[in-house]
């Protein structure tokens, strides 16, 4: 069954380093998602991408973020500066294009980032 | 921001029985619903889901109930299995939007004693 895979699985960096999260979605699917867990806390929406495109973006998403897809596979996330507060799960979605349907999304296996 | 509730933190159910998961909701443009079930680790796994011109869909063990009125949805798993120990999480989409964004609930962990 084809699933969404993401790397690393954890990060370890120091605050003010850039980081890049990786997310290979699922072949078919168009919508590209990134969600965040800080521990204790809801899941989070950070941003949802559509044709090379970001299609809407939370609060969360501030300038120190940046969604990307370099090479038609992968999906990217950055962050710029890292802030101990961006300690967090880091969960790419991806899902279908079904035309008048509803699309669930489908979530990889996280990343763990952890700001010292 | 509580636009997603799930009230219940936790539920323990005997194998067999069934479980019966809550979620209430605020938001009156959300019109897409779906449960999630996530073990430790690992990412929120699909279940099931129901758009809100109906009140019920069923895929298996697991049906899900919509009260447009109530804003409310419930999630049956029947008969309950020590292997859907795991937390739920309930999520909501809105109407516009080809991206729909998912808001979700705080979960709740469902454990099922043998």
């Known amino acids: 069954e084809p699933e969404v895979t993401q790397t690393p699985s954890h990060q370890v960096t120091q605050m003010g380093q850039e980081v890049i999260l990786r997310c290979v979605p699922i072949s078919n699917h168009l919508y590209f998602y990134w969600y965040r867990q800080i521990l204790g806390q809801k899941v989070e929406f950070l941003v949802s991408?559509?044709?090379?495109?970001?299609?809407?973006k939370s609060e969360i998403f501030d300038d120190q973020f940046s969604v990307e897809r370099p090479d038609g596979s992968n999906f990217t996330l950055k962050i710029r500066s890292t802030k101990l507060e961006d300690s967090a799960m880091y969960f790419c979605?991806?899902?279908?294009?079904?035309?008048?349907?509803?699309?669930?999304?489908?979530f990889g296996p996280g990343t763990r980032l952890t700001v010292l | 921001d509580q636009q997603v509730k799930q009230n219940s933190p936790s539920l323990s159910v005997q194998e067999g029985r069934i479980s019966i998961l809550n979620c209430d909701y605020t938001?009156?443009?959300?019109?897409?619903f779906l449960w999630y079930k996530k073990y430790p680790a690992e990412g929120p796994t699909f279940l099931i889901s129901?758009?809100?011109?109906?009140d019920k869909n069923e895929d298996g063990r697991f049906t899900v109930f919509l009260n447009k009125s109530a804003k409310h949805l419930s999630l049956h798993i029947v008969p309950s299995q020590p292997g859907d120990s795991a937390v739920y999480f309930c999520a909501a989409s809105p109407s516009s939007g080809s991206a729909r964004q998912l808001t979700f609930g705080s979960g709740t962990q469902l454990t099922v004693l043998p």
């Open positions: 979605a991806t899902s279908e294009m079904l035309a008048g349907g509803d699309n669930e999304q489908f």
């Open positions: 938001n009156s443009m959300f019109d897409y």
């Open positions: 129901i758009s809100s011109i109906k």
């Open positions: 991408f559509y044709n090379n495109e970001i299609s809407e």
